[in-house]
């Protein structure tokens, strides 16, 4: 692997969409894996060395320059490979995810202090910092100066950090002895300590200075996992997420890149970042379907991490209550370890779960039954707090005149907006952001008496509560309101101080937060999910509801929790009821091995979408008859999107099923091969779809 000559001829991994290996030629010695900078039309690039070839090919570019502080090792490389034949994403494409900045491939390395007559004019910054410290602090240009005028001087420091272990349970002792080397499912109810126990997994992993990647499906449980971790680790925790601001995912992908933080906890899209000398991956939550990325390069969070760790020969934990349905099968394959706790830490007992049966209950136009508000009402006499779920932002989601029938929909998607009051009055769409005012009368006949707004919302309940609990303090938990990390993590810290008595949220609240002081759940609408038409809609119920539930009853008072429905005899509540997931599980898996669904086959989607309706179920159709009939592939469609259009694009959409001992990607890469399509069509290749509108 290691051959190196002079005057070599390599091919070069390009983050250019297309497949992006380019040769080049060498006059320094480079190895596979290496990052090197070169010439690419008018401008220069970072690749990563991915063949040699023995030199052939005369007047190729040279390489600018060779990356000293970094190479991909051969098992990442292969990651690389296998993960883009796996999800069809070109490897190119690959790469901009490895290096998302690769201006940082341009810093030194080294740590500086100010020269000592320089440091009263920077009183801010006296200490030493890295060239990624010192520009986060004062930006580029003025750091580059001040290294020229030597202002700034490199200096040697040993960065020392302390991890001291958590004194885990017995129970938590033996799950942690059971930890295999690969991947492993620690499958404990909620409020068992799996966090716990991995704070104490990845203690001496830290110590012999490897890295450690948290993957969250949600930004805001980086912070959550920040604080617990800061618990016992006194070095740097990198963090990993869109919402980063320009500078401080510089900052974050070079620590990350030269290994300066040893903990990292991303959002899914860390999982591609280099790394220095990655030594354990850890997928929180792993069955939260926030980890599927659908649009742009699609992949599954959790599967790349199982993936890289098996390709890194390094361990990867699996963490939920509520497994996936795909996970609950590898673990049934024996493909993962298994380790399960089934208890809650320092005796906190599961809430008792009530049903309350919709049909039976008065309710007019409210949408909470009177047991669930005198509930409510107790809860704020003993000051403990509730938390009210409804799966649904906004106010309401349809506004409607009955004069006319105007109803106020997208100008660029096929779906009616929602009313918002908070944090402002507006009709919004869920699915592009469209906005525009609410209107004071109808907009077609101008009526303003026969105006209705249907269906319930966060707000909407909120309004509700404070009808009958006037001194209350509501707080409304939504990505509306809460829109940026810093809101939510003040929300919630103001929830955890108990600022609040009551919460009323969406599947915000359902994600691993502890609040002690929780004693009370209420479900406003259990039947959310029952009739969607989505092979994953039983699954993700019963995950949300059971996340939701398991909020209640986590400090030392026991909880409760009330479900809405009119389903009542569903059984999905009566495996709830009885905290039997292995039941519910078993139950969905032998549905779905009837029905021929994943995890059973391989799904994948083609979508092709454009502006002009026809074309693009034009060339659906031709895409179909392109397609090679084979006894083992079955061709489902094409069928129009249910969302049509969608941002003012129209979709037509193809399933292709399989076996899974067949390789289907294969298949569709060869057949696409052949098959061209205009500037003005996009195709999108989803394998393991996750969405079916
Ligand atoms: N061994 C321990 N020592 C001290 N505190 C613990 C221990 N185990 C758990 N806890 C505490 O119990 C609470 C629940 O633990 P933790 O968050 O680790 O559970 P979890 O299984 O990850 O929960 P969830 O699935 O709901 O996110 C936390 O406040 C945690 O600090
Ligand atoms: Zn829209």
Redesign the pocket.
Known sequence: MSLQTHHLIVSVLLPIHRLGLFSYESTESVKIGNCVKVPFGSRSLWGIVWALHAPQVPNLKKIIEVYPYWSASSMFLLFLRQCSEYTLIPLGSLLRMVFPISEILEWPCQTFRCASSFSSVIQTCPWPGTFAQWVFMFGLKRVKKWIQEANLVSVEIHHDYNYTS????KH?KEALEKIGFQTTFIE?I???????ICLAYIQPIILEKKQILILVPEISLCQQWVHRVQKYYSGNIGIWHSELSAKERKFQAWSILTGSTSIIVGARSAIFLGYKNLGAIIVDEEHDGSYKQAEGPAYHGRDMAVFRGYHEKIPCLL?S?TPSLESFWNIEQKRYTHVA?SQR??NAQLPDIYMLDLKEQKLDSNMITLPLREALQKNLIKQEQSLLFINKRGYASLWVCYHCGFRAACQNCNVWLSIHYLPKSVLLCHYCGFKKPLPKTCPECHNLEQVKLWGVGVEKIGQEVQSFLPNAKICILSSDVCYTPRQLNETLLAIKNQEYDILIGTQLVAK?H?FPNLTLVGIIDGDFALSHLDLRSGERLYQVLCQVI?RAG?GVIPGKAYIQTSQTKHPLFSYLQSHNIQGFLQEELSTRKKYHFPPYVRLISLTLSGIDENTVHHYALSLKNHLPHESWVEVLGPAPSLINPLRRRWRWRIFLKSPKHYKIQDYIRTALHTFSLPSKIRLHIDVDPYDFL
Do not use: F, N, V
């Open positions: 958590p004194i885990l349970t938590q404990g909620t409020g068992s300590g799996k966090t716990e963490l209550a706790l830490y320092g691993g502890h398991g986590r």
